[in-house]
């Protein structure tokens, strides 16, 4: 099934099957860019985790100058509904957005009371049980607080991460290791990064440069539940060089081990393992 082949559509009140035209060309979300999604799964029939998704773009909104029009109750509602319009164990990307249709003010800053809402369900493959990914440095970073809104899951610090991934490419990498202004890893260009060193797992603490993702934290309170040290740390390239796994978090692919950090490669490791298992049979997949 190729990618975008069954998409539906949730705009103003109605389900419409296909990828539905939803933004004017006047729109504020349009051409200034107040625009927030979030991205929740469903496969092999479960979709983990949904109420937190659809709390957290709430939160986004708000963080962008936008009232929300649905509670995260009415959306979970109203993305079970529309799941039923794919098979039970189609994989579904469900992405919940909103953007702002005036600008208030000043024209720059939106009108909170217009805000649009639409819901995009998507059938998008998940990656093969054995992906992994290769990474490498590059010179764009993740910007603070001061400087975007990263406390929102905003469709305008994107195009950030996508310069990131171009220069990866570029070098023949999948993704990239990414630091925050001060020089010590974010993350990555697309997901939250973890490494294991003497059986210690530990992360970067979220210092308001990156989303503190919702799989990394499920996945700390599952590895934590097992017996493992978890540990939020301030980490810098050299604690990747020496450590013994690392691996990602995120919600397109869940967990990805990382088998190469520039010239440093990497087993996939036993406690990477572990935590997908984990993944998995904590949502009942």
């Not at 649905?70 to 189609?90: I, N, S």
């Not at 217009?114 to 369900?121: G, M, R, V």
């Not at 905003?154 to 991460?161: D, G, H, R, S, T």
């Not at 992360?203 to 590895?223: A, E, W």
Request: glycine share 8%.
């Amino acid at each position: 099934m190729a990618i975008g082949e069954i998409i539906w559509t949730y705009f103003n009140g109605v389900w419409h099957q296909g990828d539905l035209p939803v933004m004017n060309a006047a729109d504020h979300g349009m051409w200034l860019g107040t625009l927030v999604f979030d991205g929740a799964r469903q496969f092999n029939g479960v979709v983990p985790d949904l109420a937190p998704h659809c709390a957290r773009i709430n939160d986004s909104a708000k963080a962008m100058g936008m009232d929300p029009t649905l509670t995260a109750d009415e959306m979970v509602a109203l993305t079970r509904e529309g799941l039923t319009k794919f098979d039970a164990d189609a994989p579904v990307y469900i992405r919940p957005m909103y953007w702002s249709k005036e600008g208030a003010k000043g024209i720059i800053s939106p009108d909170p009371s217009s805000t649009q809402f639409s819901l995009c369900l998507e059938q998008i493959p998940m990656p093969a049980v054995d992906a992994s990914q290769t990474l490498c440095r590059t010179e764009f970073i993740r910007p603070m607080i001061t400087m975007a809104p990263v406390n929102a899951k905003a469709a305008c610090l994107y195009p950030n991460n996508a310069r990131m991934i171009r220069a990866a490419q570029a070098r023949g990498y999948d993704n990239a290791i990414v630091a925050d202004a001060l020089g010590n890893v974010a993350e990555s260009a697309t997901a939250n990064i973890f490494l294991v060193k003497d059986g210690i797992v530990r992360t970067p603490i979220p210092n308001g440069t990156f989303l503190n993702g919702i799989t990394r934290q499920r996945v700390m309170k599952l590895l934590r539940a097992a017996g493992h040290t978890v540990e939020e740390a301030t980490l810098s390239f050299d604690d990747f060089d020496a450590a013994d796994e690392v691996f990602l978090t995120g919600n397109v692919s869940k967990i990805t081990p990382i088998v190469k950090v520039e010239d440093r490669e990497y087993p996939i490791g036993p406690i990477t393992k572990e935590a997908r298992t984990l993944y998995w049979e904590w949502a009942g997949a």
